[in-house]
């Protein structure tokens, strides 16, 4: 072969590659850069009261769900822990807390014996679509119902609403749900996570939903517990995950879900003496480690 042809030929080669390995260099920057995460929402709770720039408490005259705890705003039933208070959280962690205030009488004149505590960012921070996850612990007992879930605005369920992570006082298991017209109240989204006896709920956990324009993906420490698709929902009534929702932390007491569990109706619907005695001796708290949103970019 003639020795500038073999010449030119193995220059084209060698470019060839340096060319072939820029461009797949090149795609993988891009995928990255794609796939990237922004963090648009996040509280660990490091100061020593809450961010009410990021959240609103809530302050209830009324109930839903045949509940028996009026939501106030108070450091007994809505505080930041820190030391060895906090129990593992290392900047601080949020508590609700319920408390028993036999008597306690709200703004519009109705009888509790019972305040907790219900903070949101409506208004403040608001997104769609996205990772929605926190860090949470929770203390046993028949009849507690704390919840981590995402409201649409305007009226119920047409808006949409994610249950990201409901906790009816059996230690060994959480749940997740969606409700939207035609599929609320007893829905047909829901499911259970069962967790093993030596890492049940009163332990640390992140809780999560993967939010796109066709699903929503729950995950519990990053395995996925349960999936709910467009065309899922759309077998039932309309797809409500189109539009902007707030974050929610909560402790109920008592009411449908419970009572649908445990059967009980005395001393109070939904939650029996023990559970009361609990709440008596300020045993019974949700923590919260922190709390984020991500989107792509």
Same mark, same amino acid.
């Given at each position: 072969m003639n020795f500038k042809l073999y010449k030119y030929l193995y220059i084209l080669l060698v470019t060839g590659g340096v060319i072939l390995f820029i461009n797949c260099s090149s795609l993988k920057k891009a995928d990255e850069v794609y796939s990237k995460e922004k963090v648009v929402f996040f509280d660990d709770f490091t100061a020593n009261k809450l961010d009410r720039s990021k959240w609103n408490v809530e302050v209830t005259g009324m109930n839903v769900n045949n509940e028996l705890q009026a939501y106030v705003d108070s450091d007994a039933t809505i505080?930041?822990?820190?030391?060895?208070?906090?129990?593992?959280?290392?900047?601080?962690?949020?508590v609700l807390q319920p408390r028993c205030s036999p008597g306690f009488k709200t703004k519009d004149g109705k009888n509790?014996?019972?305040?907790?505590?219900?903070?949101?960012?409506? /208004?403040?921070?608001?997104?769609?679509?996205g990772t929605a996850e926190a860090r949470i612990? @929770?203390?046993?007992? $028949?009849? +507690?119902?704390?919840?981590w879930w995402l409201l649409g605005n305007g009226t119920w369920p047409e808006t949409g609403e994610i249950d990201v992570m409901e906790f009816?006082?059996?230690?060994?298991?959480?749940?997740?749900?969606?409700?939207?017209?035609?599929?609320?109240?007893?829905?047909?989204f829901v499911n259970r996570k069962y967790f093993d006896s030596a890492n049940d709920v009163t332990h640390w956990h992140t809780?999560?939903? /993967?939010?796109?324009?066709?699903?929503?993906?729950?995950?519990?420490?990053?395995?996925? @517990?349960?999936?709910? $698709?467009? +065309?899922?929902?759309?077998?039932?009534?309309?797809?409500?995950?189109?539009?902007?929702?707030?974050?929610?932390?909560?402790?109920?007491?008592?009411?449908?879900?419970?009572?649908?569990?445990?059967?009980?109706?005395?001393?109070?619907?939904?939650?029996?003496?023990?559970?009361?005695?609990?709440?008596?001796?300020?045993?019974?708290?949700?923590?919260?480690?922190?709390?984020?949103?991500?989107?792509?970019?």
């Open positions: 505080f930041i822990a820190h030391g060895a208070a906090a129990e593992g959280a290392g900047n601080g962690a949020l509790f014996e019972f305040i907790s505590g219900r903070i949101n960012t409506k /208004d403040k921070f608001e997104f769609m679509y612990k @929770m203390t046993p007992g $028949s009849g +507690l119902w704390p919840a009816i006082g059996e230690k060994d298991w959480a749940s997740a749900a969606v409700h939207g017209p035609g599929y609320s109240g007893e829905t047909p809780y999560a939903v /993967d939010w796109t324009p066709d699903s929503l993906l729950f995950k519990y420490d990053n395995t996925i @517990m349960f999936r709910v $698709s467009r +065309l899922m929902v759309e077998h039932y009534g309309k797809w409500s995950f189109d539009n902007k929702k707030f974050l929610i932390l909560d402790y109920a007491l008592g009411g449908a879900y419970p009572i649908k569990l445990n059967g009980v109706k005395d001393p109070y619907y939904g939650m029996p003496s023990s559970t009361v005695d609990l709440i008596k001796n300020n045993r019974s708290k949700m923590m919260i480690d922190w709390i984020k949103v991500t989107q792509k970019e």
